[in-house]
């Protein structure tokens, strides 16, 4: 199937939410499942390889050094919903800056906006396909993880949740950055001065409290620290209200983000 066929065959009406066609959405987060299909060969070595290896040496590794952060927890429990989820966090937030920043450079979106599609729509197939992508990498490196007996609880299945939610997150976040980068050099920059200090920084690899104490409360409120919370609750069955304070935190995040993101986008296609 022709990817772009999937945009400008006639859609039908279809399930209408506050003034958004679903069936719309779901064409635009189509078109992309098509392109991964064709290239997943390509593709699986970001979506699986790469973190594994993270994974290995942090827990076959640095886990040997490190034994136990508390009692009855060791370091490779610890340490495995944090590299799950910062993938997830940095596939997603690719997939929404760098990705859709060569669509919109290309023309892509602005010949998408030929067919019946609005801005909002293009932007929430968009965040669906990184969302997509962030559980596509948790699914398949948890997986791994479980085999590996790296989780600790029968709920762990439920770090998918706290996936779906960073995918939200970056996947507005990443929209952003899409919209307002002028070239490539300054996109570089979401990775190297805002993804990967998060990625060491949220509680992935050492406690927060081991932070510096004016440190600690800057590390509590980035994006992914709350779902690396929640994720480490789902994998070790230790849970508490600051669980549900964290899925509140991503899901307030995600609301407060994607306005701008869609407003940005909409500057910039249309002029």
């Known amino acids: 199937m022709n990817p772009v066929a999937v945009l400008i065959r006639p859609q039908g ?21 098509l392109v991964f299909a064709r290239l997943w060969r390509l593709v699986v070595t970001w979506v699986l390889v790469e973190p ?14 490190v034994g136990d952060v508390e009692p009855g927890l060791s370091y490779a429990v610890f340490v495995a919903p944090g590299v799950i989820i910062g993938n997830a966090m940095f596939h997603a937030i690719f997939t929404a800056s760098w990705d859709l920043y060569h ?21 929430l197939g968009e965040m669906a396909w990184a969302t997509t992508r962030a559980l596509l990498t948790t699914a398949s490196v948890g997986a791994v993880a479980a085999l590996m007996g790296q989780f600790d609880s ?7 949740v706290a996936a779906f939610l960073v995918g939200l997150e970056f996947g507005a976040l990443g929209m952003i950055f899409a919209a307002v980068s002028p070239n490539t050099h300054m996109l570089s920059l979401v ?28 590390a509590w409120a980035l994006p992914l620290t709350p779902g690396v919370h929640l994720a480490r609750g789902f994998t070790t069955g230790d849970f508490s209200v600051t669980h549900l304070w964290s899925a509140l935190y991503m899901l307030g995040f995600t609301a ?11 500057r910039r296609l249309i002029k």
């Open 256 to 266: 407060a983000v994607f306005p701008v993101s869609v407003w940005l986008l909409k």
């Open 191 to 218: 990775f190297t001065v805002i993804a990967t200090p998060m990625f060491f920084f949220s509680g992935g690899f050492f406690p927060i409290v081991n932070l510096p104490g004016w440190l600690q409360p800057l």
């Open 13 to 33: 009406t279809g399930a209408v939410f506050a003034g958004v066609r679903l069936r719309t959405v779901a064409a635009v987060w189509l078109r992309h499942g």
């Open 154 to 160: 029968p709920w762990a299945v439920g770090i998918l």
């Open 52 to 65: 594994l290896f993270v994974l290995a040496a942090m827990t076959l590794g640095v886990g040997k050094l």
């Open 103 to 123: 669509r919109v450079s290309g023309g892509q979106c602005e010949a998408q906006l030929t067919a019946p599609v609005t801005i909002t729509e293009i932007a």
